[in-house]
């Protein structure tokens, strides 16, 4: 794929979402560090739904170490690996204490030395939180930067890397954002809707999906 089309995509998603965000719903960065971690394979209505019951009790690492292993399970019990993610959250939390003040670090190697942190968390956290222009790449995203030609690669990492090397600058800090958008809902991954997908004319995959028959 070329320049030209590559910005053509992204000014045409920019166009129709000015200023897109996570569905993920938080109020500090410590919230949303918190619904990211607890966000892998798991949807994000999961996560809003849990965290609408456990932020107002422990939205802070004091309070998540005091609630405990077994206390944060109790509020995440609907969401996939929850034993697991919650004995993350409580030893992360505890880290944070210990080493940063309580604060979460605006910094990589720091959010990929917590338990159950890995780049695409730190990636969604230094982005959103912090305004870094990092790109996270999860399932929609690859399959996007694939499937269009926008930034292809046979593993995340090489995806990241071509969507951090082709993506315009100004473009940059959102593109997470509109591509997991237009993954979740547009270029689904079974059944892409291609007959009302406002990039179709721009993108290069071959086998487009016809309108369904009336
Ligand atoms: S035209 Fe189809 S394959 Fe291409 S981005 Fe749109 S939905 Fe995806």
Redesign the pocket.
Known sequence: MNANKRRAIFETLHSLNPHPTTELEYTTPFELLIAVMLSAQATDVSVNKAMRKMFPVANTPQQIVKLGEAGVAEYIRTIGLYRTKAKNVVAACQILLDQYGGEVPADREALEGLPGVGRKTANVVLNTAFGHPTIAIDTHIFR?AN??GLAPGKDVRAVEAALEKFTPAEFRHDAHHWLIL??RY???ARR???WH????P????R???PPPEL
């Open positions: 996007v499937r269009t237009h993954g547009v270029c689904k892409p809707e291609c997908c406002v990039i179709e721009l993108c290069e995959f086998q487009k999906t």
